[in-house]
Structure formats: C-alpha cells, structure tokens
C-alpha cells in the first residue's frame, strides 16, 4: 500500500532520497531523544538564609552533590536571614518557591502554610520514599519538626551561642588561657582583668544587633529559671525579678561596668584581637579561624542558677510546589535533602554546626575534625547537659520578639530604665497575644 | 456619513485623536504601573490578607488599627523628622554646591564638580554600609578624628535622639549631587545680561541671587524639592541598613514600618493601608508644593 502511495506520488529520485534522509533523521531524534528523556536532568533551585561561614560550607555541600548527581543540579542562592522568610513565604504565593529552603524550628508555625506536609504530599509519604527515619535523627530536634500533627522540616542541625575568647588576651591579663571562666564569678572577675589591660572585656550579643540584645537577655533570664510566656501564651510571665535582674545585668556591661560600649560590633572587635570574650554562635567558626586570633571555645558561663543558652536549628522544607511542578520533582527534592543529611560532616567541619543526623554526628569523620575539636564538641557537650533553649516558637514568633528586642536595645543604650524595658514590653506582647 | 465626515473632517478632532494617539502607550504604562497598583493596593488594605491561609475582607479596620497604635504614629513622626531634616539640607547644599561651581573657574573645578557628583552613582547600601561604619564608635573616622579634636560627639547611631539626624546626612552627602546638577543646568539658562543690568544699578551679590537667581530658578527648586520630598519620605534603604530602626524605635519610619508589619509579621492588608497612607501624604505635599512654588520662573 505504501509502495502504491509513493508510486502515485511520482517523486523524482532526488526527491525520494530527500524523503528517506527525512525519515532516518525523524528516527534518529525519536530514538535519541528517549534517551534524553530516559535521562532527565532534573534543576532543583535551593535557597538559603546562610550568609556567614556557613555559606561557604552550603557551597560546598552543594558543589559535591553535583559532581556525584549528574542527573540532578542543584542551582543555590543563599541570603540574608532578615528577610529571608518573606521571601519564601512570597514566592510560595506567588506560584515560584525554591524547590528546597531552609526553615528555622522557631518559625515552623508561621511557616506551615508555605511548607509541604513530608508525610502526606501530593507525591505521597516523601519520608517513605527517601527512607528517611526519624531515629536516624537528633531525638529532640525530629520531635520539633511536627506542628500540629503534621511533620514539615528535615532537622539539618542545631546551633546554639557560646563563650569565644581571646587566649592571647587572657594571657596578657595575667589570666589562665585554659581555664575560661565557668561562673558568673569567674566572668567578672576575667572581665574585670581584660578591662585593664585596656581592652574591652566582653560583649554579649554578636555583631549587636537588636536581636542579639534580646538573646543575651534571653539566656540571663531563662538561667534563672524563668520562662517567657506561660504555657498557653496567654500573657508574658517575664517581667518580675528574673527578668529584671537579667537585664540590669545585660545593661551594667555596657553602663555601669565599662566592660563593652554601646554601638559596637562583637564579632568585628574580635577578629581585630581588641576584645577577650564574644557571646556568638557556633557558626563564627570559620570567622574566627580566618582572623588569626588565638582562640578557643568554652560552654556558656553559668551566671546565674543553672547553664543555659539560647539556641535554635535549621531544617530543610520543600516550600509548597505549584501544579506545574511535577511529582518527580518533589520527589528528587526530598531525595536531595536525604543525600544532604547523610552529607552534613561538611556541615559541621566547614559551617561549624552540630548536625542532626546521628550517624553524621557520631561518626569518624566530624569526631576527628579541627571543627569538633575546637568548638562542635562544646556545642555538644552543652546539648547533652540540656542547657540548650531554644527561643519563641509561635506563629507570631517575630512579632513578639520584636516587641521585646526593641525595649531591651533601648536599655542596653541607657535611654530607658530596665524595669521601663520590661513595662513597656509586657504591654505590647500582651496586645499582641490578645490580639 | 455625515458624523463620519465630520469626525474626520474638523481639523480640532483629528489633532485631538492623534494627541490622544502619542500619550496611550504612556498612559497605557502609568495606568498599568501606577495606577492598577494603587487601586489593589488599596483593595488589600480593606482585607486581612493572607495568600495562603485566606483572606478576610475587613473593610476599614486596618486603618482604625493604624490610628490608634502609637507605633505607627512614631513611625508617621520619625518619617516627618526625617524629610524635615533631610530636604531641606539636601536642597540648600545642591544649591550652594551649584552656585560655587558656577563661580569657581579654578583648575579642578569639573573635578570638585564630579567629586560632588559621584555620591549619587552609589547604591544606597554601599552609602548606607560607608557612613555606618564612619559614625562606628570603635572604628568610626567621624568619632575618631572628632576625639583627636578634642570634641566629645555623640554615637550618633546608638543615640535616640541623633540617629535620624545622622542618616538624614548621610543622605544629603548621597544625593545633594545630583540636585546640584539640576541647579547648575537651570542657572545656565539665566541670561547673563540680567546679572549685567543687576550689577550696573549696584547690586551686590546677595541681591542678585535673591531677585534674578531664586526667582528664575524656581522651575527647578520645586523640580527638586518634589522629587526630595518623596526620597524623603520613603527613605527605607538607609534606616534598615544603618540602625534597623533603632535604638529601640527612634528611627523607625514609615516604610521600614510596613516593610515590618508585610514581610516580617505577613501583615500584609496592615502593610497595604500604611502604604496607602503614604501615598496620601506625599500626594498631598506635592500638591501643597505645586501651589505654592507654581511651575513659573518669574522675576
């Protein structure tokens, strides 16, 4: 029948060869083009709130999954923390969220509707498929990945703020270098000695920003004891004489003791060798590596009645998909961030992070790590202690510490009292959680 | 046939569709850009607006709320001390700047004039980063040399009451540049002969700014000031970058109070009714400004 077709045709011969090369191209592209198709690249874009040494460390992770996934390439952009919520919460309204991103445990409930539910996904259980297991992870940080009965996040690690100092310094103080103060005791009287010398003592809060402020108090308040709100968050339960002491006694480093001034950046005092103690995270690692200051790590001074410090975690989420974006994708997504977890020694050795996954954080390879040796396994001594606390975990989770971080700054520089502080702060968090 | 022909006919109605004709792709930009934004804008602000849990529509309630916060009205306050300080400084200095480069026939005088234009290529983080770390109280260049001179300034941005005033400046070395540029183009239009006239009936200096330059230049003055005056009232870029609206909220303005009140605490029908808000004022202020400058140079 087709012979008798191209019979009537009355094609010429060049004609006919023409059609033939036609044919086999067609062909060739089918053929060709299954295999393509067989061997789909999939580009997952990843976005991160990382913007300090951790970054780099992201970069890393990110750098080897490509060489080993030829099939899948993950594009990263990695940003600021500030901003870094809206955005995804944004993009999740706006049909075009990163594949994968990066939730804080504090912002789960403000971020649950902008997140895919792991278990029960439109591409099914997404743990299941991955084989993730929850005992493959920190007990207490896969726990706080649920919200409402509903699991959100993969736990990537926890973090929490110590006690840097400057061995050199302490030296030149005519104090130990190896024996960092414990006590509220020994911190003042170290403070009082590096004071002398002519060097700024110490400084409580980072890079001192406002929220920093607001986490110093934090861990002078909750080492007493004290809680923030109560169990229902019906009110503020911090302004009584916990909260007051712990905030005289953030405002007396900076007005009364000389041991800092207000308006400086810790973290910049510390790589310039001109202070001896910074209350920071362990993400400063590979800053303080990079400065060249002689320094070690030490657990968080015990000022107060027990140790305590303020800590939180970051967790990988697939922001919720649009349609348009297939199945599989969601799929390699949640595989992606299995193959992160397992990983995350680059994690902590690079970023200097205690990562979640057990394996990773029990095994050879961070356990030898300079990372480990030099601050990881002071984070980890302090999280087995239980001195880990971790900060506001509501849905108007920024609000509230806003409305506090914003009276605590106002202390710190002297322009309000402390018992001011707290009136005003109560007050407005009150409204708010009445709201 | 008849209405057709005289459609077409009158020459008034044919210039009226071809003037029509050149101002639609424009007006097709501004209702599209401007308009259709401000419309919907408005929309959100009648609603508790969430994208993804649902919204509500509340009708006016988001402006209740606003009124009666004193947050905001510290943020209305912050934002009006602001463009108090600001405009006005950025204005006279462009002014003085143009006047002196119009005078000065020195040798590096179009390189004193680039160097006074230069601030204004920089985007407002570099500026913002720049002065943030000159007013630094460890490493700060102002509070360091201003010590050495025996002068005990304030940390401006640590400080309630100079953290405004300090950004404000900041701002009027950022952008006074390019006001001059305006300035010094308009007065380049003067015609000199009027000067000469001025100088022969004795008039000194100041008389001939006040009754030839001010006067002529008035096109240009409102020209600037409107365009000042709504830099200045929706600064943002400077205040997050240099105190994050601190110490406390003392320089919180209106715009880092949206910003707060959409992406921090996804507000968003709040953020649309404060934005809407300032929309209002600036509207109102240029129209004042129209008013009472007009668009006349006039001697």
Not at chain 1, 73 to 79: P, R, S, W
Not at chain 2, 151 to 161: E, S
Not at chain 2, 285 to 291: E, P
């Amino acid at each position: 029948m087709l012979n008798e077709f191209f019979k009537n045709l009355k094609l010429t011969r060049r004609w006919k060869n023409l059609l033939g090369i036609c044919l086999a191209a067609v062909m060739l592209l089918a053929a060709g083009g299954s295999f393509v198709f067989a061997q789909k690249k999939y580009e997952l874009n990843f976005n991160t709130l990382f913007h300090g040494g951790d970054a780099q460390a992201m970069v890393r992770i990110v750098e080897k999954f490509n060489k080993e996934n030829p099939q899948v390439k993950i594009d990263l952009v990695q940003g600021q923390w500030e901003d870094y919520y809206a955005k995804l919460y944004i993009t999740v309204a706006a049909g075009e969220p990163p594949h994968i991103g990066i939730t804080h445990t504090t912002y789960i409930p403000s971020m649950a509707p902008a997140m895919t539910p792991l278990e029960k996904s439109r591409a099914g259980n997404l743990l299941d498929i991955a084989g993730i297991k929850g005992e493959d992870y920190v007990e207490d940080l896969w726990k706080a990945g649920v919200y409402e009965g509903t699991r959100y996040v993969v736990p990537l690690d926890t973090h929490m703020w110590a006690l840097w100092y400057n061995k050199d310094l302490f030296k030149e103080a005519g104090l130990d270098p190896n024996s960092p103060p414990n006590t509220g005791k020994e911190l003042e009287e170290a403070a009082s000695k590096i004071k002398a010398i002519g060097k700024y003592a110490i400084h409580p809060a980072d890079i001192g920003k406002p929220r920093h402020f607001r986490r110093a108090w934090y861990i002078l308040f909750w080492q007493q004891g004290g809680e923030l709100f109560d169990k229902d968050f019906a009110k503020a339960t911090f302004n009584n004489d916990k909260g007051l002491r712990a905030l005289e006694y953030l405002v007396n480093v900076f007005q009364k003791w000389g041991w800092n001034k207000p308006g400086t950046n810790g973290n910049a005092q510390f790589v310039a060798g001109r202070l001896g103690m910074l209350w920071v995270g362990n993400w400063f690692y590979w800053t303080a590596e990079r400065s060249g200051v002689n320094y070690a790590t030490a657990p968080m001074p015990q000022i107060f009645d027990k140790r305590v410090t303020w800590g939180n975690s970051h967790n990988m989420v697939i922001p919720k998909q649009p349609l348009k974006v297939s199945d599989n994708v969601i799929v390699t997504a949640i595989k992606t961030i299995k193959w992160i977890s397992e990983n995350s020694d680059i994690w902590g050795i690079y970023g200097g992070h205690a990562p979640a996954y057990k394996p990773v954080l029990e095994g050879k390879k961070l356990g030898e790590s300079k990372t480990w040796k030099k601050s990881l396994s002071v984070l980890s001594d302090m999280a087995l202690e239980g001195a880990l606390h971790y900060p506001i975990i509501h849905p108007q989770a920024k609000q509230l510490e806003h409305s506090i971080q914003v009276y605590v700054e106002e202390a710190v520089n002297g322009i309000i009292s402390p018992q001011e502080a707290l009136d005003k702060a109560e007050e407005e968090v009150n409204e708010i959680l009445g709201s | 046939m008849l209405k057709t022909g005289l459609f077409f006919g009158k020459r008034g109605h044919r210039s009226q569709i071809e003037g029509l004709l050149f101002i639609l792709p424009y007006a097709f930009l501004w209702g599209f850009f401007l308009i259709w934004p401000l419309a919907y804008g408005f929309f959100i602000s009648l609603h508790k607006w969430d994208p993804l849990r649902g919204s509500k529509f509340i009708g006016l309630a988001n402006y209740v709320k606003l009124f009666r916060s004193p947050i905001f009205w510290n943020a209305f306050f912050n934002t009006f001390e602001f463009a108090g300080i600001a405009v006005p400084l950025i204005i006279i200095l462009g002014l003085v700047f143009a006047l002196l480069m119009q005078r000065m026939s020195i040798r590096g005088g179009r390189f004193i004039e680039a160097s006074l234009f230069f601030p204004y290529l920089l985007t407002v983080s570099i500026v913002s980063l720049v002065w943030k770390w000159l007013f630094d109280p460890d490493v700060g260049l102002v509070l360091y040399y201003s010590s050495r001179l025996g002068l005990h300034l304030p940390t401006f941005l640590a400080d309630k009451f100079w953290a405004l005033p300090a950004i404000a400046f900041a701002t009027a070395w950022w952008l006074a540049g390019y006001r001059m540029v305006i300035f010094k183009a308009a007065m380049g239009d003067i015609p000199p002969e009027l000067y000469e006239s001025a100088e022969l009936d004795g008039a000194g200096g100041y008389k001939k700014f006040r009754h030839i330059t001010l006067p002529l230049l008035r096109p240009a003055i409102l020209f600037a000031l409107i365009l000042t005056t709504i830099s200045g009232f929706r600064v943002f870029g400077q205040v997050i970058m240099m105190t994050a609206g601190g110490p406390g909220r003392s320089s919180e303005v209106l715009a880092l109070y949206l910003y707060r009140r959409g992406f921090d605490y996804l507000q968003m029908g709040l953020a649309a009714a404060v934005g809407f808000i300032l929309f209002v004022i600036i509207l109102i202020i240029t129209v004042i400004s129209f008013r009472f400058l007009g668009f006349e140079s006039r001697l």
